[in-house]
């Protein structure tokens, strides 16, 4: 493949940390998000800890020793604890509420679709994720589920990168299919209300 692919895969994840580390080019970046979450994954899966106590000892551990440090740095002329200001900038909610923003409007673009236009694309697409989603969840609970998206995160997009030549192929061929399928599907959904109508029209004529 050459480096027009490798480009165009890297931008499409958005270019910045995270397309580098979902394609193993920052290799210590994916292998530090492998290992802890396989740690983590491990330690409340297999090994029986419960992740709201593990996470409030935590906390409680950590507020009990920079209590003591700042109490013994002042008795002691120590520096303080190393502990940064801790504020969130105006900017930073201003980027999370525009992101959140477009989401929830996606979502009611996606609703309004399938309420009001009636598209069977976007009803077929949103009742196929849905049931898989439910599918797979049968199978596995919420901190298996989270650990199989970062296992395919890490995964799926570098081996699309190494092979998309080959994927692409692959999935033209089943978009035409399924394209074909949907549209036959379309319309006969459509000669449904027409033929309600005939019918209809039919009937009032014989009344009359």
């Given at each position: 493949m050459g480096d027009f692919g490798r480009t165009y895969v890297h931008d499409a994840l958005g270019g910045g940390a995270v397309a580098d580390i979902l394609l193993w080019r920052n290799a210590y970046g994916g292998a530090v998000v492998l290992v802890v979450s396989t740690v983590f994954w491990?330690?409340?899966?297999?090994?029986?800890?419960?992740?709201?106590?593990?996470?409030?000892?935590?906390?409680?551990l950590l507020v009990v020793i920079l209590f003591f440090w700042a109490k013994s740095a002042t008795l002691l002329n120590r520096p303080l604890p190393p502990i940064p200001e801790l504020d969130i900038s105006e900017e930073s909610v201003l980027i999370a509420a525009d992101e959140m923003q477009v989401w929830i409007n996606h979502a009611f673009s996606v609703a309004h679709e399938i309420a009001i236009s009636g598209n069977l694309k976007t009803l077929i697409a949103v009742v196929s994720s849905l049931w898989l989603i439910s599918y797979v969840g049968s199978f596995f609970n919420f901190l298996t589920l989270i650990y199989i998206g970062i296992l395919l995160s890490l995964s799926i997009p570098f081996l699309y990168d190494m092979f998309q030549a080959q994927v692409d192929e692959k999935l033209i061929i089943v978009h035409k299919i399924t394209s074909s399928i949907i549209r036959k599907a379309d319309m006969i959904i459509q000669m449904i209300p027409l033929t309600h109508h005939k019918q209809k029209t039919q009937f009032l004529a014989v009344a009359a």
């Open positions: 491990f330690l409340f899966e297999r090994g029986g800890y419960n992740i709201v106590a593990f996470v409030a000892n935590n906390l409680l």
